[in-house]
């Protein structure tokens, strides 16, 4: 059983476009999280999402829109792609709101061409 | 602003040597300490985790880690290391937000393990 999945594993698209990933848990967690590792393997968190409420927002283009439909799910959405958003996308759960071991998915990787 | 420091970029052992990971953090509080593993490919696994109490803990795979307040260290560690051990390390803090309503995880920049044979 996979605890935490992400879909599509790898995502290769132009400059411009629009592109979702998507990401489920079925730990029956309420706490999701969308980090960013970027080429030199540096994780950041973007969005965490509590009971499918906006918690966290860092510093990120709002080109970027995270969405979550149930506490099950959280999506990010990236409108009009940069070369600099290649990347790896982590998905991530926890127990709860506070709680402190997060536990990820295997990772989207983007490349913008 | 908490910060997480691996010194190390790349580390090289031999099958069967011990090993010594570093992770210095900097943060005002009692810090929740993590080590995380990533295999290639994949996502990132819980290694161990020091949230209080007795400051060496014991992690999954037969790592362990030492937390040492005074130096504001948390360096994970290994008896005896295996092929199969060849991956990146990332150490993490746990961090309250600054609305006081959410831990959210800082990384350091992560540690490259290379096993020979």
């Known amino acids: 059983d996979t605890a935490v999945s992400q879909t599509p594993k790898y995502l290769v698209t132009q400059m411009g476009n629009d592109k979702s990933i998507k990401c489920e848990q079925n730990?029956?967690?309420?706490?999701m999280y969308w980090y960013k590792q970027d080429s030199k393997k540096f994780l950041k968190i973007m969005f965490s999402y509590n009971n499918k409420e906006l918690i966290i927002n860092e510093t990120v283009p709002n080109r970027f829109s995270p969405k979550s439909p149930d506490k099950a799910h959280l999506n990010l959405h990236i409108n009009s792609l940069e070369l600099g958003d290649s990347a790896v996308y982590f998905c991530?759960?926890?127990?709860?709101?506070?709680?402190?071991?997060?536990?990820f998915g295997p990772g989207t990787r983007l490349t913008v061409l | 602003a908490q910060s997480v420091t691996q010194p190390d970029i790349h580390i090289t052992v031999s099958e069967g040597a011990s090993l010594e990971l570093r992770c210095n953090y900097s943060?005002?509080?009692?810090?929740?300490l993590f080590w995380y593993v990533q295999s290639p490919g994949q996502g990132l696994q819980l290694l161990l985790k020091y949230f209080s109490g007795d400051t060496l803990v014991q992690g999954i795979k037969g790592f362990e880690a030492e937390f040492k307040r005074s130096q504001s260290s948390f360096n994970l560690r290994k008896p005896s290391v295996h092929w199969s051990d060849a991956a990146e390390y990332f150490c993490a803090v746990g961090v309250l937000f600054s609305s006081g309503s959410a831990r959210q995880l800082t990384f350091g920049s992560g540690t490259q393990l290379t096993v020979l044979p």
């Open positions: 730990l029956g967690h309420d706490t």
């Open positions: 991530a759960s926890s127990q709860r709101l506070g709680a402190d071991t997060q536990y």
């Open positions: 943060y005002g509080a009692t810090p929740y």
